[in-house]
């Protein structure tokens, strides 16, 4: 069996070598040729699998993205030809939300206004937004929810409409996927109209896809004065992005906020399962088996923390601001692509394992910290 994987996939030897060849390929640069004789093809979300790519396929029958979001595949295209096809939900929801509570986190230090009082309207309550209310109830973060799809099923009683959430909320996140058209349509969701509506001092992060937001739009609000704390891991356009932005936007990262290393590695595994799983072959290899221990493994809580405390604990693990500004430096040629694919190991908040008499500990295990025994 031959084996085409995106070179930005970790483990894919480890996982897929008992299956056959395994080769690695640029992500932005596949060719139909690449394709001739390949029996499955691992991809990330830079690839696009549509007609054109799969013109000389002759042996595909199974094709996995290591990603929750499949924007960039032909789902039905795949059907048509009967070949097998999975993505990897969830793989990657821990990685976003912590993301998302380091932003928070760091905004709420440098603009000196304490999280606890603020409320987080979260936009699209999937794995992703369903993960970051948990850990933001945890912290006894008000929130608002959105997502009218899983309300019309019966599956978010507290659904608040768009409007309504973006009135309410001092930090608006979204984590819906890319919708082109249609009732639920989540391109250019925030349109100028609701950029311009957004309360003075509102927060609005955005690690979901780039489109959901009108970066044009967004760049003329800003350039009008708006007054809001902008934080941008995806962009419309990339890796082309709208560089004039830049200037704008508080954190600004390369489409990271979901690679830790567990994320990446949980992608890859998901799509060894499902490979197993199509061939009868029984799942052997789990990611205890490859993940390395992190440099910081345990700390000891005293006492009761205060919001600051708990900041610095989670900027122990993972400081948004570590990655923002170093695509300012880095935007010529491939700046955008080569950031990601050198993009340094990130751990999550569970390889930290806490001790101690704090009364929060229950609260820091439900933020995602492990509690040592
Ligand atoms: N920046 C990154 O590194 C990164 C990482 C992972 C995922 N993502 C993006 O984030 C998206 C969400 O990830 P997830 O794992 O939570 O996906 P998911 O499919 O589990 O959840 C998406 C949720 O959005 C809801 N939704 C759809 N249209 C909506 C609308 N118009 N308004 C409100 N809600 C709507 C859906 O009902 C669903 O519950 C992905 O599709 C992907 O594009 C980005
Ligand atoms: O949809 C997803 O899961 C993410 O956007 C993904 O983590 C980031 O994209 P990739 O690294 O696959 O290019």
Known sequence: MKILADQNMPLVEQYFADFGEVERFDGRKLTPEQLINVDVLLTRSVTNVNHELLAQANKLSFVGTATIGIDHIDTQLLHDRNIAFTSAPGCNAVAVAEYVISSLFALSQENARPLCGQTIGIVGMGNIGTCLSQKLKALNVDVLLCDPIKHEQGLLQEHVALDELLAQSDVVTFHVPLIKSGEHKTLHMMNKERLKALKPETTLINASRGDVID?????????????????????EKEPNILTELLEHVRYASVHIAGHTLEGKARGTQMLYQKLCDLKGVEVSKSLDDFLPIPAITNATVTQSLSEQDIARLVHLIYDVRRDDGILLRHLEGEGFDSLRKNYPVRREFSTLFLQGDSPQLAALSQLGFSIAK
């Open 215 to 235: 970066n044009q739009a967004l760049l003329e609000v800003m350039e009008a004065g708006a007054d809001l704390d902008i934080v941008l891991d995806v962009w």
